[in-house]
């Protein structure tokens, strides 16, 4: 799978010129007009492409997405330095709905399935902000039904009574009936079995690959998700410490003993280092 997977992003080279889908310069984030969750946040998402946001529980990943998509007023968090833009235009005066008409779509973290609805009605929440014959309903359905044919076995059982995988897959679907231009993720492969996480992140890149989805996925997994992406953001602490190719990251020292577990030493535990050394490092 690996030689598949690094032809792909060989045969995908960079386009330096063409201007990011997203962008985020210096961010800050508050919670609450007290607590400082994110300092100095810089990204970009070249169109067409998956980025990587990794670091551990904590870090800032999943404030950085809701930060993208709007979402942070619903927990009484504000973004107050820097900005966001999104196909050229700042988001800081728009709303989710807008984001969604706007062709970004946020899949939360933990499945956020309707659990009193079958799988078939929850991707039908999907396309309610898309104005749509019956047919076109049915040729969008048949669309998530190709990516995810085990939702066409499940689409007439009740959602709350779905495996992990099955809801997260839900979740996905349901993204995509809004024909999203970008996705962001937050950790999809939270409490999945490897096969599962294997099977739904395959799926991701084609979603990226045929049908030109952009995502910005945020990861703990970071064997996986550096596996995946073509370019990566390393978080810790509300911070951007490194960044690069995916590629690359997966051959970094430090990236491999902190957040793979491996060195030229063998398999290490955080447990081992002491936390100045580990912030002396990537300084």
């Known amino acids: 799978m690996s030689s598949v997977l690094e032809a792909s992003h060989a045969s995908r080279p960079a386009s330096p010129a063409e201007a990011p889908i997203l962008s985020v310069k ?3 984030v508050i919670y609450d007009h007290v607590i400082l969750v994110l300092r100095g946040v810089s990204l970009e998402v070249p169109k067409g492409r998956i980025v990587a946001l990794l670091g551990g529980n904590g870090a ?3 404030t ?3 930060s993208v998509s709007t979402l942070l007023g619903a927990e009484r968090g504000e973004v107050t330095k820097g900005s966001i833009e999104f196909k050229g235009q700042r988001t800081d005066q728009l709303t989710p709905g807008d984001l969604v008409g706007m062709g970004m779509v946020q899949v939360m973290e933990g499945r956020h399935c309707f659990g009193h609805l079958t799988v078939e009605e929850n991707l039908l929440t999907g396309a ?3 104005k749509q014959s019956a047919a076109q309903l049915r040729d ?5 039904y190709h990516y995810f044919p085990r939702l066409k076995v499940r689409r007439a059982s009740q959602s709350g009574y779905t495996s992990g995988g099955e809801q997260q897959m839900t979740a996905i679907g349901r993204a995509m009936m809004a024909k999203p231009q970008m996705l962001l993720l937050d950790e999809p492969s939270m409490g999945l079995a490897p096969q599962i996480v294997a099977e739904i992140f395959e799926i991701v890149k084609d979603l990226n690959q045929k049908e030109g989805v ?9 064997t996986v998700a550096l596996r995946y992406a073509d370019y990566g953001y390393i978080l810790e602490s509300g911070r951007i410490m490194m960044d690069g190719p995916a590629r690359a990251l997966a051959e970094n020292p430090d990236v491999k003993e902190f957040y793979l577990g491996l060195s030229t030493e063998g398999r290490k535990s955080f447990r081992d280092m002491k936390s100045y050394r580990r912030r002396k490092r990537w300084l």
Do not use: F, H, M, P
Request: charged share 25%; glycine share 4%.
């Open 64 to 66: 950085t997405l809701k």
């Open 140 to 144: 969008s359905l048949e669309r998530v």
């Open 214 to 222: 952009s995502i910005l996925l945020a990861e703990q997994n970071t």
């Open 128 to 130: 309610y902000t898309r």
């Open 26 to 28: 210096n961010i800050e």
């Open 60 to 62: 800032g990943k999943s």
